[in-house]
């Protein structure tokens, strides 16, 4: 069983920053690719930045520039730090990781619970 946990959402003024992690724990042998997502009210779920196993990058264009998206494979953890963070970057910030539980097995994608990131004066 594999388990996804974020934290560092919350409430900050706009031009603010916040630094959100995911970390999975359980089963895991070996971890692909990691990514950050969002769902604002009323929208559908859209990718914010992806990372792969070599630690190569993409972002949204609206984050460009102001969303760096990391690693830490020895702790099985993503990391989002977000700058300059504007109103409408508020939403439900997710994480998802695909996950290679056992040698030889497919890998399969997880999904975190989701951490709130509201950003208003």
């Known amino acids: 069983q594999v388990q996804l946990v974020e934290s560092g959402g919350g409430l900050v003024q706009p031009g603010g920053s916040l630094r959100l992690s995911c970390v999975a724990s359980g089963s895991i042998f070996s971890i692909n690719a990691m990514g950050w997502y969002r769902q604002a009210p009323g929208k559908q779920r859209e990718v914010v930045a992806t990372?792969?196993?070599?630690?190569?990058?993409n972002y949204a264009g609206s984050v460009k520039g102001r969303f760096t998206i990391s690693r830490d494979n020895a702790k099985n953890t993503v990391y989002l730090q977000m700058n300059s963070l504007k109103p409408e970057d508020t939403a439900v910030y997710y994480c998802r990781q695909v996950i290679q539980t056992r040698r030889g097995d497919p890998f399969y994608q997880y999904w975190g619970q989701g951490t709130q990131v509201t950003v208003s004066s």
């Open positions: 990372i792969t196993s070599g630690g190569s990058t």
